[in-house]
Structure formats: C-alpha cells, structure tokens
C-alpha cells in the first residue's frame, strides 16, 4: 500500500541535461546539474519520515511548502566561477534545481510537520494524528 505518493521534475529535463551538461576536465565537476537527491520514506507507529540526501546545499537553499494536503520541497541554486588573468578570463556557472511533491495520507498531522538540515541531509518529519497511531497491543483480562 503506497501511504505517500509522489512526482517530481527537474530543470533542466534529462534530454537537455545531456545535451548541455558537461563536464571540465580539470575540475571534475558539472556545469549544469539536475539531479534529483535520492530520497528515503519510512512510516513509523507515531509519524512518517522523508529524507533527503543533499550534500552541499545549504538550509537556506530548500524551501518547503505545504499547499492542500501536497507536501513539495524545492531546491534552486546558481554559483559562478570566474578567474581572471592577463590575457583571458574563464568563467563558469552552476546552476541546479529540483522539485518533488508528496500527496500526504489523510492520517498526517500536517499542522505538526517540521524540517532540518544537518550533515547533508534534509529530514521532514511528519507525525501521525493521534487516532492514527498504532497502538500498543493489549491483553484483556476474562472476568
């Protein structure tokens, strides 16, 4: 049973990331990225969880909105390069960006949800509204 479903869309599409991303040889690194983070969901008795691997962003890099039950996390991001010296300048831009959505259950408090960002990831927790928690298994006693 899927408790969260989800889409999501990056800039540029992988065609014309094919097309217009490369790489420098010297560097080693990508002038043009939109790779999704790779993203874990768990549900546990009390919440669900959505992390996000997403090394070298920054917590001011996300943003995270809550729109009629549909929970999106976005990314935007541009850094430039430029080194200059007597006869040449070089430079260079990054751009990367990412979009994902999530349809929360109507079992999700979505009063209670919060984020953080710490070590590259970014974890969202979402808890369960208290008549959804699975409750602990009881033994009724025979009179």
Same mark, same amino acid.
């Given at each position: 049973?899927?408790? +969260?479903?989800?889409? @999501?869309?990056?800039?540029?599409?992988?065609? $014309?990331?094919?097309?217009?991303?490369?790489?420098?040889?010297?560097?080693?690194?990508?002038?043009?990225?939109?790779? +999704?983070?790779? %993203?874990? !969901?768990?549900?546990?008795?009390?919440?669900?969880?959505?992390?996000?691997?997403?090394?070298? $962003? #920054?917590?001011?890099? *996300?943003?995270?909105? +809550?729109?009629?039950?549909?929970?999106? %996390?976005?990314? /935007?991001?541009?850094?430039?390069?430029?080194? #200059?010296?007597?006869? @040449?300048?070089?430079? /260079?831009?990054? @751009?990367?960006? *990412?979009?994902?959505?999530?349809? $929360?259950?109507?079992?999700? &408090?979505?009063?209670?949800?919060?984020?953080? @960002? #710490? &070590?590259?990831? +970014?974890?969202?927790? !979402?808890?369960?509204? /208290? /008549?959804?928690? %699975?409750?602990?298994?009881?033994? !009724?006693? !025979?009179?």
């Amino acid at each position: 049973m899927t408790l +969260l479903r989800t889409n @999501y869309s990056g800039f540029p599409f992988d065609l $014309l990331e094919d097309i217009f991303s490369t790489t420098d040889a010297n560097a080693g690194r990508r002038t043009s990225s939109s790779t +999704l983070p790779a %993203v874990n !969901i768990a549900e546990e008795d009390d919440r669900f969880v959505i992390e996000f691997a997403a090394p070298g $962003l #920054k917590k001011e890099d *996300f943003k995270v909105n +809550l729109d009629n039950n549909v929970l999106t %996390v976005s990314s /935007e991001r541009e850094e430039s390069d430029e080194e #200059k010296n007597k006869n @040449y300048t070089r430079r /260079e831009f990054n @751009y990367t960006a *990412f979009q994902r959505s999530f349809t $929360l259950p109507d079992t999700a &408090d979505s009063e209670k949800i919060s984020a953080e @960002y #710490k &070590d590259g990831v +970014l974890k969202i927790e !979402i808890p369960k509204k /208290e /008549e959804a928690k %699975v409750k602990p298994v009881r033994e !009724i006693s !025979i009179q």
